[in-house]
């Protein structure tokens, strides 16, 4: 099995800067891509950011120039650079990861980290 464990979220002031970190452990031979999505209350799951391997990163377009995806390959984790922060990135942020199991043999996963709050406010 594959687990997530997300940090770095937090309540911060509007401009300000936030880092989360999520990194992936278990049976991994080979992670395809990493992500990260947010929900808004009463809102739909919206992809923020990914990070494909061999492909340059994507962003949706509210967070081009704000924020940056990252990803340290030998510790299987992934990185969201978030600054001048704006009262509408307050969400929950999700990592989600695909790839492929060492055990069971290559088979294909994908999972979802447990969420870490982002709020911005002053």
């Known amino acids: 099995q594959v687990q997530l464990v997300e940090s770095g979220g937090g309540l911060v002031q509007p401009g300000g800067s936030l880092r989360l970190s999520c990194a992936a452990s278990?049976?991994?031979?080979?992670?395809?891509?990493m992500a990260w999505y947010r929900q808004a209350p009463g809102k739909e799951r919206e992809l923020v950011a990914d990070?494909?391997?061999?492909?340059?990163?994507t962003y949706v377009d509210s967070v081009k120039g704000r924020f940056t995806i990252s990803r340290d390959n030998a510790k299987n984790t992934v990185y969201l650079q978030m600054n001048s922060l704006k009262a509408e990135d307050t969400a929950v942020y999700y990592c989600?990861?695909?790839?492929?199991?060492?055990?069971?043999?290559?088979?294909?996963?994908?999972?979802w980290g447990q969420g870490t709050q982002v709020t911005v406010s002053s």
């Open positions: 989600n990861t695909k790839g492929v199991t060492h055990y069971p043999l290559y088979v294909p996963f994908e999972v």
């Open positions: 278990g049976s991994i031979f080979k992670i395809n891509a």
């Open positions: 990070s494909a391997t061999g492909r340059s990163p």
